[in-house]
């Protein structure tokens, strides 16, 4: 079985070499089907990552706590690098307000 990266490349080569509406199907199928498994794959993980800072936050764990929102930040400056930075700030506030409450 192909992973979804494969799938979707197969299907975009196959809809290059025979433009039909089958294959344009096919390759819409497709992207739909990666993009919701991707997009559940980061809910996942976003959901767990929250719920880890929520336990140090409880619990007390200043230190961890820290390091993961600095982790955190880190990893989505590099996601969002192009966007403003209002909006960082923004996603940020709300990051850290869910944790509060």
Known sequence: MFSFLDQRKQ?????????????????????????????????????DKFEDLETNSKIRNIRDLQRGINDFKTSLELIYEGTSKSFRTLFFKKSLFMLQT
């Not at 739909?32 to 997009?39: Q, T």
């Open 11 to 47: 299907a975009k080569l196959q809809w290059i070499q025979d433009p039909r509406q089958s294959n344009v199907d096919n390759l819409n199928n497709v992207r739909r089907e990666a993009s919701r498994h991707f997009r559940n794959k980061k809910k996942a993980y976003l959901k």
